[in-house]
């Protein structure tokens, strides 16, 4: 596994994987001691392309991830994390609807904690899923990232921000 650290405008982003795919995207910093790790070259460039495509999302220029992803996981979250791949950017789903959509209709708390589980967050875009009501809730870089990521698919930050 070879793991890069950059910054972007939600804070640090600690990036992991290998020639398969992209398997960890943590946020601020976590996981530091890995990043030790990094001096290992990049020899398929999955970390290259995954930090294009971040980059280009950031700038709003990309609304869709084309990176692949290992996503090592139960196979109810692997339902969970392929649904959440088909959200369409600048929009938004509550728990409810993601567990019927996923066909486990009575899941929420379920989809809830799958969700929260989801190694690559941005990449496989958890921070779509609110509450029923339409307010935000948890997220594993916080609700300020959460809503930096929502305004930012939906138009709603200053360009020079981005």
Known sequence: MVYRQID?????LLLGGDAQGLSCLEFDGAGEGRQRVAE????????DAVIEELTAYFAGQLRAFTVPVVLAGT??????????????????????????????PGAMRAVGLA???????????CHRVIGADGSLTGFGGGLRIKRTLLDLEQGRLPLAYV
């Open 40 to 47: 290992a070259p990049d020899r398929a460039g999955v970390l």
């Open 75 to 104: 196979p109810f979250q692997q339902r969970v994390w392929a649904a959440l791949q088909r959200i369409p950017y600048g929009t938004t789903t509550s728990y409810v609807a993601l567990a019927r959509q996923i066909g486990s």
């Open 115 to 125: 969700n929260g589980a989801n190694p690559v967050a941005i990449v496989v875009p």
């Open 8 to 12: 972007t405008v939600v804070g640090p």
